[in-house]
Nanobody
């Protein structure tokens, strides 16, 4: 059973930055994605990174968020910059064993393991 633990959330002013971390009990061969769920909204995909390092981003975060992975540390990071109030949400990381090394997709039904989430609040 793969375990995922997110950290790094908090309160930040608009225009600020945060770095989220997702520590896995193991990381190799897994694609990892970040999802988020704002109050009253559906959970949505934010970004993913394949086991081979390919990355994908939602249009709403392109140019502002960067996903990276450090397999030696079993950790995936989500660097978030130029944060906006609409980025406020609980952020979850999730792992998928079934995707290829060369691409990833942030579809919830393709992810088997989920963390508990970390709250990000963007407010002045």
């Amino acid at each position: 059973q793969l375990q995922l633990v997110e950290s790094g959330g908090g309160l930040v002013q608009p225009g600020g930055s945060l770095r989220l971390s997702c520590v896995a009990s193991r990381l190799d061969y897994y694609a990892i994605a970040w999802f988020r769920q704002a109050p009253g909204k559906e959970r949505e995909g934010v970004s993913c990174v394949s086991s081979g390092g390919a990355r994908d981003y939602a249009d709403s975060v392109k140019g502002r968020f960067t996903i990276s992975r450090d397999d030696a540390k079993n950790t995936v990071y989500l660097h978030m910059a130029s944060l906006k109030p609409e980025d406020t949400a609980v952020y979850y990381c999730a792992a998928s064993f079934t995707q290829t090394r060369t691409m990833c997709v942030s579809r919830q039904d393709m992810y088997d393991y989920w963390g508990q989430g970390t709250q990000v609040t963007v407010s002045s």
